[in-house]
C-alpha cells in the first residue's frame, strides 16, 4: 500500500488548509486512517482517525472543533480540513492506512504511512 500526501504549505494563523491523502496498491475493501503528525523536537502525535465507513471519528482534544477529517472510498482518499490554524499546529503531517477497524491515537495498528506533507503556520 502506498500513501501519498499533498496540500500542505505556509500559511497565516487564523487562515485554513486541505490535506489530502491517496492510497494505492492492495488496499482491502475495508480499511481505517488516521493523521498524525511531527514537530520539530517533538514525538509524532495523532491528529485524527476514521473508520472505514466514515461513521467513526476520533480527534485530538487540541484540534476538536478546527479540523474535520473524512474520506472518500471511491478515490481511495482521505482527508483532513484544517480551520483556525494556529502556530503550534506547525508540523510535518502523516496519513496512515490500517487493515484494522481502528480510527485511534495508538500508531502501532496502523501498517502503512505517507512520506509526510510540511504544514507551516506564521504567526
Known amino acids: 500500500v502506498q500513501l501519498v500526501e499533498s496540500g500542505g504549505g505556509l500559511v497565516q494563523a487564523g487562515g485554513s488548509l486541505r490535506l489530502s491523502c491517496v492510497a494505492s496498491?492492495?488496499?482491502?475493501?475495508?480499511?481505517?486512517m488516521g493523521w498524525f503528525r511531527q514537530a520539530p523536537g517533538k514525538e509524532r502525535e495523532f491528529v485524527a482517525g476514521?473508520?472505514?465507513?466514515?461513521?467513526?471519528?476520533r480527534y485530538q482534544d487540541s484540534v476538536k472543533g478546527r479540523f474535520t477529517i473524512s474520506r472518500d472510498n471511491a478515490k481511495n482518499t482521505v482527508y483532513l480540513e484544517m480551520n483556525s490554524l494556529k502556530p503550534e499546529d506547525t508540523a510535518v503531517y502523516y496519513c496512515?492506512?490500517?487493515?484494522?477497524?481502528?480510527?485511534?491515537?495508538?500508531?502501532?495498528?496502523?501498517?502503512?504511512w505517507g512520506q509526510g506533507t510540511q504544514v507551516t503556520v506564521s504567526s
Open positions: 496498491g492492495r488496499i482491502f475493501s475495508l480499511y481505517s
Open positions: 476514521i473508520t472505514w465507513s466514515g461513521g467513526s471519528t
Open positions: 496512515a492506512y490500517s487493515h484494522k477497524d481502528y480510527n485511534g491515537p495508538r500508531p502501532q495498528p496502523y501498517e502503512y
